[in-house]
């Protein structure tokens, strides 16, 4: 497996951005990629699914943070990325990164980083 690191959290009023970084550490031993992706919990409230680019390529976002955040990567520095604009209170949560991997399978989720939004 791998060990991410999610960083770029902060307190934001609302219509502001943030970027969220993710770093692995570089050590991962898969020879084919899965999914890889931002979920968000907020409290109280299930882990939800935010935005991730498969295994093919393809870019999927959540409908509510459709046309306001974008997920992308840097495959030299093993970094993927959330840039999120227009941010509402109700994108105040906890954001976690995930990196799936088909051969070995293993699935890795990094340890958070809170962003709050305030209106």
């Known amino acids: 497996q791998v060990r991410l690191m999610e960083s770029g959290g902060d307190s934001v009023q609302a219509g502001g951005s943030l970027r969220l970084s993710c770093a692995d550490s570089?050590?991962?031993?898969?020879?084919?990629?899965?999914?890889i992706g931002w979920y968000r919990q907020a409290p109280g409230k299930e882990r939800e699914f935010v935005s991730d680019i498969g295994k093919d390529g393809g870019i999927s976002y959540a409908d509510s943070v459709k046309d306001r955040f974008s997920i992308s990567q840097d495959n030299a520095k093993n970094t993927l990325y959330l840039q999120m604009n227009s941010l509402k209170p109700e994108d105040t949560a906890m954001y976690y990164c995930?990196?799936?991997?088909?051969?070995?399978?293993?699935?890795?989720w990094g340890q958070g980083t809170q962003v709050t939004v305030s209106s």
């Open positions: 995930r990196k799936k991997c088909r051969i070995p399978r293993w699935d890795s």
């Open positions: 570089g050590n991962s031993n898969c020879l084919l990629r899965g999914d």
